[in-house]
């Protein structure tokens, strides 16, 4: 497993722009599968964007494709995630998630580690 931790959230604006950040603590990051994933109040855990160890392979959620971005680097045991034109609906805890293997995966179950979260909330 590998410990994660989330940065970046907070209270936006409808329409604004944030860049969310993921840290690792284990070397070398280029063997673990990364993804983002959402949590609302009252909703289940919803997969949002991920990314391949190599970056080639990259997938989001239809509700954040068209104005996110996921990236990685490697050397700096990072992750990022940028969603522009946020609306309030974007509003959750959004955590940073691993696995190992080169599959992509939309469930939570599919992976074994988990940062603790960051909240995002987007006034209207």
């Known amino acids: 497993q590998v410990t994660l931790a989330e940065s970046g959230g907070g209270l936006v604006q409808a329409g604004d722009s944030l860049r969310l950040s993921c840290s690792a603590a284990v070397r070398p990051t280029r063997e673990y599968f990364m993804a983002w994933f959402r949590q609302a109040p009252g909703k289940e855990r919803e997969f949002v964007a991920a990314?391949?160890?190599?970056?080639?392979?990259?997938h989001y959620a239809d509700f954040v494709k068209g104005r996110s971005s996921i990236t990685r680097e490697n050397t700096k045991n990072m992750m990022y995630l940028e969603i522009s034109s946020l609306k309030p609906e974007d509003t959750a805890v959004y955590y940073c998630?691993?696995?190992?293997?080169?599959?992509?995966?939309?469930?939570?179950?599919?992976?074994?580690?988990w940062g603790l979260g960051i909240q995002v909330t987007v006034s209207s």
């Open positions: 990314i391949s160890q190599n970056s080639i392979e990259i």
């Open positions: 998630a691993a696995k190992k293997g080169v599959t992509l995966a939309t469930a939570p179950s599919e992976y074994s580690s």
